[in-house]
Structure formats: structure tokens, C-alpha cells
């Protein structure tokens, strides 16, 4: 059973920083596609970053520049280092695994990200 979870939200202020991991098990960690979605209160979920298995990297426009998506394939984790957060980053940030052709989706409980002003 592939299983997804998600550490590293909390509260923070503007300006401050956090790094999100995705602990996986249950899949060949190394051949699947991975990305941190997140959605806020009343929103729908959108595409943070995502990174194929050879490390090709892909930023929604309101993170260039502040977020970088990682992994380890030795430690199955996936990581998303946020940096000069903002409080319209404030969302609860899912981990994403995908299997070619891209059918077979898998999804983290999601953990929470507060950013004050």
C-alpha cells in the first residue's frame, strides 16, 4: 500500500522559512513523478512544485525564486524548502505521487502552513 506523509508545517511570520518532507513507502520511490500541492481555506488546490524521477524541476509562478523542490531517493523522501514565506502561502501542503502514463495518482493527509503578517 503506498503511503504518503507529509512534516514540517507550523506557523511562522513573514519572511520566515520552513522545509516540508514526504516520507514514502509502499512504491519504487525513484521512478515516480513528485509535487507539493497546497490549498487554502476555500480554494482550490493548485500545483506548487513538482519533480519528475530524472530531476527535472517545475515552480508555479508565485514561488519562483522562494521554494525548491528536492529529493532523496535513497531516503524516499521529498522535500520543499519554502523560503521568504508570505501570508498568502498560508495552506495545507500535500505530497503528490504519480506513475506514468500519469493514471495512478497517490496523496498525503497534507500539513498545515500558517504564515502571520
Known amino acids: 500500500q503506498v503511503q504518503l506523509v507529509e512534516s514540517g508545517g507550523g506557523l511562522v511570520q513573514a519572511g520566515g522559512s520552513l522545509r516540508l518532507s514526504c516520507a514514502a513507502s509502499?512504491?519504487?520511490?525513484?521512478?515516480?513523478?513528485m509535487g507539493w500541492y497546497r490549498q487554502a481555506p476555500g480554494e482550490q488546490r493548485e500545483l506548487v512544485a513538482e519533480?519528475?524521477?530524472?530531476?527535472?524541476?517545475n515552480y508555479a509562478d508565485s514561488v519562483k525564486g522562494r521554494f525548491t523542490i528536492s529529493r532523496d531517493n535513497a531516503k524516499n523522501t521529498l522535500y520543499l524548502q519554502m523560503n521568504s514565506l508570505k501570508p498568502e502561502d498560508t495552506a495545507v501542503y500535500y505530497c503528490?505521487?504519480?506513475?506514468?502514463?500519469?493514471?495512478?495518482?497517490?496523496w498525503g493527509e497534507g500539513t498545515l502552513v500558517t504564515v502571520s503578517s
Open positions: 503528490n505521487a504519480k506513475m506514468g502514463p500519469f493514471t495512478t495518482n497517490y
Open positions: 519533480i519528475a524521477s530524472g530531476g527535472r524541476a
Open positions: 509502499g512504491m519504487i520511490f525513484s521512478v515516480f513523478h
